[in-house]
């Protein structure tokens, strides 16, 4: 009966142990990630939007022209226009901010959020590609549900 006990008590700490390795190997990476330095957003994007809104599939271009950076956080404006016409929307205002940055295969990863009066970005820029990649949705928009694909100009 105790050599049960003890195997039983055994098997629970090693079990126990990997449990709490594999939770720190889960864990660490998230620790190390820090707000990134937003500079690598100046400039104008430029690429493609594709998605639907409640009315339909919606695709077009989408402009996005990043003028003023501070730490993590970016501002600037927001255009687009639709596939079937050449002139682009008014300029808008939206607000980026670099909430994460990690290094995925020894190139940074920069993971980007934000806002503009209507909905909300959520994404990521690749360095090694120099695209920035977004949902966005808007629920002001008919609940707008899009994937940008920009590159820096």
């Given amino acids: 009966m105790m050599k049960t006990i003890g195997r039983h008590v055994r098997r629970m700490t090693l079990l126990s142990a990997v449990i709490a390795l594999l939770s720190m190997a889960v864990v660490v990476p998230a620790a190390n990630a820090a707000p990134g330095d937003a500079a690598v957003l100046k400039g104008t994007w430029v690429g493609t939007y594709s998605g639907y809104s409640n009315s339909g599939r919606k695709s077009g271009l989408e402009k996005i022209v990043i ?87």
Avoid at 69 to 77: D, I
Avoid at 79 to 90: F, G, L
Avoid at 91 to 97: A, E, G, Q
Avoid at 114 to 128: F, H, N, Q
């Fill in 67 to 153: 003028s003023l950076v501070k730490g993590s956080t970016a501002r600037g404006t927001w255009q687009s226009r639709s596939s079937a016409t050449a002139k682009w929307s008014k300029p808008k205002p939206v607000n980026l901010s670099v909430y994460a940055q990690e290094d995925d295969d020894s190139l940074p990863t920069d993971y980007i959020s934000g806002a503009d009066a209507d909905g909300i970005y959520v994404g990521k820029l690749v360095t090694s590609k120099n695209r920035l990649v977004f949902s966005y949705s808007s629920p002001a928009k008919d609940l707008l549900v899009l994937t940008l694909d920009l590159k820096k100009k």
